[in-house]
C-alpha cells in the first residue's frame, strides 16, 4: 500500500496599469493573492495468478484561494474554499500474453478554478466561478513486442461545471461554468520498426465532445460540440537511417475542422501539416556535431493555431506560418 500527502501555498502580487508609451501608467488594479492546496492519498495493488492486477486509490482534496484587491477603498475580499472533495479510482488489468493486456477504469476528477481563471485578464474577479468535477470511464488493450507495439483506449468522461473560456470585445479573456459535458472517444497509437534502419509512428484521435446540459444568456447549447476540439485528428512519422551519420525525419499530422463558439455558426478548416528533415551527425574525439536542414508546413496549408476560442466579433484565429524552411549546425562537447 502506498499512502502520501501533499501541500502547496503561494502568496505573490498583480498589479495591472495602463500602458503608456510601453511604460505602467495609471494603476487600475492592485491584487494580494494567497492560495493553497492538500491532498491526502492513499493506493493498493493486488497482483493475482493468472495475470490478473487490481488497483485502487483514494485522494481527499482541499483547496483555498483568498484575493484582497487593496486598490479599492475599502479593500474588497474574496475567498474561496473547496473541501473535502473524495477522488476515487478503481482499475482491474488482464494480461493474457505479452501482445495482448485488457484493463478498466473508473475514477473521479475534481479541479480547482486556478488564479488565472478568477482573476483573468479583464481584471475582474470571477466570484461565481466553480470547480469541475466528474466521472470517467475507460476500457482498453495494449501490447506487443521490441519491433510492434499498440495501445487502444475507449473512454467517457462525464463533466460537471465544466470551464470554458469567453472573449469580450476588448479582447480580453474571462472564464464561466458550462454546466454539463460528456467527452467520449477513442485513441490508438502504435509503433513499428520493421528494420534496423526504419521506424514508423502513428496515432489517430476520435473525440465526441458534446454540451450536455448549458444554457448561457438564455440561449441553450444542449447537445452542440465543444468549441476547440478536432472530432479526429491523426498524426505519423518515420525516421529512416540511410547510414551511420545520415538520417532523414518525416512527419504528417490532420486536424479535423473545429468549432470556434458555443452556438457551432463558426469553424476552422481541416488542415494537413507535412515536415521533413536530414540530419548529419559527425562524431570525433571529445564532441559531437549535427548539421539539419528541413520544412515545416510543405504542403503550405492556411491554418490557425492558438484559436480564440468564443472571441467577441468573430476574432477567433491566430494566422500559423505558412511554408518555411530552417537548417542549422549543433555542436555538443564531452561526447
Known amino acids: 500500500m502506498l499512502a502520501g500527502a501533499e501541500g502547496q501555498t503561494g502568496n505573490f502580487r498583480t498589479r495591472v496599469s495602463t500602458n503608456k508609451d510601453g511604460n505602467a501608467g495609471v494603476l487600475q488594479t492592485d491584487d494580494r493573492i494567497r492560495n493553497g492546496m492538500l491532498s491526502l492519498f492513499l493506493q493498493s495493488e493486488v497482483v493475482l495468478a493468472g495475470g490478473w492486477v487490481f488497483t485502487g486509490g483514494l485522494s481527499m482534496n482541499g483547496a483555498n484561494t483568498m484575493i484582497r484587491r487593496v486598490s479599492e477603498s475599502p479593500v474588497f475580499r474574496f475567498e474561496t474554499d473547496y473541501d473535502k ?47 469541475e468535477k466528474g466521472w470517467n470511464y475507460e476500457a ?18 462525464q463533466l460537471k461545471d465544466a470551464i470554458v473560456s469567453r472573449r469580450d470585445a476588448s479582447g480580453a479573456d474571462y472564464f464561466v461554468n458550462a454546466g454539463a459535458t460528456v467527452q467520449q472517444g477513442a485513441e490508438v497509437a502504435a509503433t513499428w520498426l520493421p528494420a534496423h534502419f526504419l521506424g514508423l509512428r502513428g496515432a489517430w484521435t476520435f473525440h465526441h465532445f458534446r454540451y450536455d446540459q448549458f444554457t448561457q444568456a438564455d440561449k441553450s447549447y444542449d447537445g452542440n460540440r465543444l468549441p476547440g476540439t478536432p472530432q479526429h485528428a491523426l498524426a505519423a512519422s518515420a525516421d529512416v537511417r540511410l547510414s551511420r551519420s545520415f538520417s532523414l525525419f518525416a512527419t504528417w499530422q490532420y486536424n479535423d475542422d473545429v468549432f470556434m463558439n458555443d452556438a457551432n455558426t463558426d469553424k476552422a478548416a481541416s488542415f494537413n501539416l507535412l515536415g521533413l528533415k536530414a540530419e548529419y551527425r559527425l562524431k570525433r574525439n571529445g564532441w559531437e556535431g549535427r548539421l539539419f536542414a528541413g520544412g515545416e508546413n510543405l504542403l503550405d496549408e492556411t491554418y490557425s493555431l492558438g484559436n480564440d476560442i468564443n472571441a467577441a466579433l468573430g476574432r477567433y484565429y491566430n494566422a500559423a506560418p505558412g511554408r518555411a524552411f530552417y537548417a542549422g549546425f549543433a555542436v555538443q562537447l564531452g561526447k
Open 85 to 131: 472533495e473524495w477522488a476515487p479510482r478503481i482499475a482491474v488489468l488482464k494480461q493474457f500474453s505479452p501482445w495482448a493486456s485488457v484493463y478498466a477504469v473508473v475514477s473521479k476528477g475534481f479541479s480547482t478554478p486556478a488564479v488565472a481563471e478568477l482573476l483573468p485578464s479583464t481584471s475582474v474577479i470571477n466570484t461565481g466561478l466553480q470547480a
Open 140 to 157: 482498453g488493450a495494449r501490447g506487443g513486442n521490441g519491433r510492434f507495439r499498440y495501445d487502444v483506449s475507449l473512454f467517457r468522461y
